[in-house]
């Protein structure tokens, strides 16, 4: 039996994992967001290190018997510092939403401007929206795409002139194009900004060399660990500068950044770190550096490009007509739903996909046009680009029959046959 102490010490909260692993396995995770982690991140994330205290940095803790937690965080750092080809790198925080928050406290005075993505247009809550920090606590002044779903960075670059934010954010949580970092790098330039680019979703793709690296063009890079790149959760905060004194107070200039985002995560932000994350992201880090991880990413997107054909073959609407990524956003009204509709349909067909907005979109966020899906999950799991027609031809056949129970069901039987060949988690 899977998990046999917790069986015995808590019935009722095994019942719940083991009955989430068999709901993934008789399906398929197109969330874009999601993946699956190598076990050996899973053994690390729960191991003992959950019980060690080791507020600071390596070498600078504020508790005894930190020895090995310091080789532990120092390898951490290393393997992400030489992933990215940075100098510095903090792996303290808890999520991709603290990371953020930790570059706005170390770069941005309370009440200064920022201009991220909108969250309606595919951007991040973290990147400046309302009912945010980010959008509360700064003076927030969102950028949108155009009408045909595109990043227009000429508009970018209109707006900023006219706001001059001291941050400028340039990353995406559903935006199926490649982004350009050396623009948006020119366009804080000109109205001297911070650029910050967080690519918590196309990490992976980066690391694997199929989406160009924002390193050497932002000022900072934030990414969470559990989406593209396969770890657990957590997040990096990546950035060059002199070397970080994290018990020195510094005025917040470019140079000074690594001591500025070490200060902020801690103590800043956060208290004790999360060492059996830090464990897990390692392990993560090492298997992203590996030969086969670069395979990975290319096949990521080669399925998403396949899936995104097949689907336009089917008469599917994408926004922007397609993908470079992973992520491929649908307009689904023409099948006379919504996306709350869609996201239900797929779902009792096997095929786990969210609700999303499309850009300039007339309906409301809980029932959007659209539906954002992607191919993380699904390539971890072993998926090529010959399965990608299989997918479509389920999605397209689900969406045609969003109401028949039957007809749902039976294309569920057909998704469970593929998924019992391709399990998750293979050596659990
Ligand atoms: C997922 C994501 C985050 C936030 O990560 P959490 O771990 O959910 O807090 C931040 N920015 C972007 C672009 C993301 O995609």
């Known amino acids: 039996m899977l998990y046999p102490h917790l069986a015995s010490q808590d019935p009722e909260i095994h019942a719940a994992i083991m009955a989430e692993l068999a709901r993934r396995s008789e399906g398929f995770d197109l969330i874009p967001s999601e993946n699956v982690t190598q076990t050996g991140v899973l053994e690390a994330l729960g191991s003992i290190l959950t019980d060690k205290y080791s507020e600071g940095y390596p070498g600078k803790r504020y508790y ?16 992400a510092k030489a992933l990215f080809g940075v100098t510095h790198a903090n792996v303290q925080p808890y999520s991709g939403s603290p990371a953020n928050q930790a570059v706005y406290m170390a770069l941005l005075n309370p009440g200064e401007k920022v201009m991220g993505l909108s969250l309606s247009f595919g951007g991040h809550l973290t990147h400046g929206h309302g009912v945010n920090f980010s959008g509360t606590f700064f003076e ?17 670059e209109k707006q900023a002139k006219e706001v001059r934010p001291k941050l400028l954010v340039c990353g995406t949580t559903a935006y199926p194009r490649a982004l350009d970092f050396v623009r948006m790098a020119q366009i804080a330039k000109e109205v001297d900004a911070f650029l910050l680019a967080d690519i918590s979703h196309i990490a992976g793709l980066v690391v694997a060399g199929v989406h160009a690296s924002p390193v050497g063009h932002a000022d900072v890079v934030t990414t969470t660990t559990h989406k593209t790149l396969c770890g657990p959760r957590g997040a990096l905060i990546l950035c060059n500068g002199l070397p970080s004194m994290p018990l020195k107070a510094v005025p917040k200039t470019r140079e000074n950044i690594p001591t500025l985002v070490d200060r902020a ?26 030969p086969e991880f ?10 998403a490009k396949k899936l995104a054909d097949a689907l336009m073959a089917l008469g599917c609407k ?3 007509g397609g993908t470079d990524n992973h992520l491929i956003l649908m307009d689904v009204t023409p099948f006379g739903i919504g996306g709350a509709v869609a996201e239900v349909a797929l779902g009792k067909a096997g095929l786990t996909v969210n609700k999303n907005t499309v850009p300039y979109d007339p309906r409301k966020a809980f029932d959007p046009s659209g ?9 971890s799991r ?27 069901a039976a294309l569920k039987t057909r998704v469970t046959a593929l998924a019992a060949q391709h399990p998750p988690y293979i050596d659990l």
Do not use: C
């Open 64 to 79: 005894g018997g930190n020895e090995h937690i310091d080789v532990i965080e120092n390898l951490a750092r290393d393997r």
């Open 382 to 408: 072993g998926l090529v680009e010959k399965d990608m027609e299989f997918i479509s031809e389920i999605m397209h056949a689900a969406l045609t029959h969003a109401d028949d129970e039957t007809f749902l």
């Open 371 to 379: 539906i954002r899906f992607g191919t993380p999950a699904m390539t």
């Open 265 to 290: 995560v801690f103590p800043g932000l956060q208290g004790g770190p999360h060492n059996h994350q830090t464990a897990a992201i390692a392990v993560a880090l090492k298997h992203a550096a590996s």
């Open 140 to 156: 927030s002044h969102p950028y949108s795409t155009g009408e045909d779903g595109w990043i227009n960075y000429d508009e970018v």
């Open 318 to 320: 994408l926004v922007t």
């Open 294 to 303: 670069k395979i990975y990413g290319a096949q990521v997107v080669k399925n």
